[in-house]
Every structure is written in structure tokens, then in C-alpha cells.
């Protein structure tokens, strides 16, 4: 008799799960139909007197149905690492597209705020009243201080040190390296 695998774990006396795990390992005959799994069950069953089991085939049938369990389980532990395991991956990579961000945003914080205190300085300047402040030449700068006994490393040393302190006579542009000199009698770096 061919029936449906509802019906054959109601006649043996099993769960549905345990028709299934048999159909598997090939312990009843099943076929497909219509998209459905019939099984084919001994005619001298009678569904109202479910299968008499000895101990042994209820054990028997409840290794079974942990073995099957069991391989569920380990499965479903895989499926859940490999999860885990995709999610750390994107979690990282979301990561490191923030940081580059962040680094982005960083940089161009700091070149917004040299240029606004390039602006600044440049603005003091031109709003000075004392409109005789003209440019010094770098060359012209280190001239003058060896004129005054001053060596090159010391005169890099000064101009380093000016630039730090923010003295407005000396504007350093870190994008293009160069340094704006505002003549000056420069007697305080003698």
C-alpha cells in the first residue's frame, strides 16, 4: 500500500522525522509523486494496531532518530559558524572603511585649518595700517642672518622654531612647502 509519510509514521508508530531518516537510509521504499513522497508500507499492517516493538527496536529506533538529530545539530552548528564568520568578515570591512574615513576627515580638517590661519595671517597683514610690510625672499632671509653671525642650521633653527610659535612674520604652507617672510628688522632673533 502507497501512502503519504504522515500516514506511514501514524501506522509504524513513529515520528514523521523517523519515516524521513529511514526513506534516507533506504529502510522503506518511497517514490515521488506530484512533488510528494509516498511510502509503501506492508498491507498486513493494520493502522489501528500500531507495530508491537521488542526493547531492542524501540532503542533501536530512538538511536535513530538521535542519529538523525544529532546530524541536524551539527549541521545547523556549521550553518551558524559559517554566519558568524561572514558577519565578523563585513563587520571588519565596515571597519576599515570608517577608519579611512575618519583619516579622510582628519586631513582635511587640518588643511582647512592651515588655510584659514594662512587667511588669517594674510588678512592682519592687509589690514594693517602699516602698509610697508613687504615679502623677504627665503635667500634673502638667510642672508640676512649670516650677515648677523648666524650659521645655516641655526638660521633653519630659528626659522623652525618661529614657524611653531605661529609668529606672524613667517607663514608655512605644508601642502606647497613654502614660507611667506614678512620683512621685519628681526632683532628679537639675533
Do not use: C
Not at 532518530?65 to 544529532?70: A, S
Not at 572603511?97 to 588643511?111: C, D, G, M, P, R
Request: aromatic share 8%.
Amino acid at each position: 500500500m502507497l501512502v503519504s509519510t504522515s500516514k506511514a509514521a501514524d501506522i509504524l508508530g513513529i515520528s514523521l522525522q523517523g519515516v524521513h531518516y529511514r526513506i534516507k537510509k533506504g529502510l522503506l521504499k518511497s517514490k515521488k509523486e506530484d512533488g510528494k513522497i509516498l511510502v509503501y508500507i506492508d498491507e498486513n499492517i493494520n493502522p489501528k494496531n500500531k507495530i508491537e516493538s521488542t526493547n531492542n527496536d524501540l532503542l533501536k529506533i530512538k538511536d535513530e532518530q538521535i542519529e538523525f538529530l544529532k546530524e541536524n545539530i551539527s549541521w545547523m552548528k556549521e550553518q551558524y559558524q559559517n554566519q558568524i564568520d561572514r558577519l565578523e568578515k563585513n563587520q571588519d570591512k565596515i571597519i576599515e572603511v570608517f577608519k579611512s574615513e575618519i583619516t579622510l576627515l582628519q586631513q582635511a580638517y587640518h588643511e582647512m585649518k592651515e588655510l584659514q590661519t594662512i587667511e588669517n595671517k594674510k588678512e592682519i597683514v592687509s589690514n594693517n595700517d602699516d602698509h610697508s610690510m613687504e615679502f623677504m625672499d627665503i635667500k634673502d632671509f638667510f642672508d640676512f642672518m649670516k650677515n648677523n653671525n648666524k650659521t645655516k642650521e641655526q638660521t633653519k633653527k630659528i626659522l623652525l622654531t618661529q614657524i611653531k610659535k605661529e609668529d606672524k612674520r613667517f607663514i608655512y604652507n605644508s601642502k606647497t612647502k613654502e614660507v611667506i617672510i614678512y620683512k621685519s628688522d628681526f632683532l628679537d632673533l639675533i
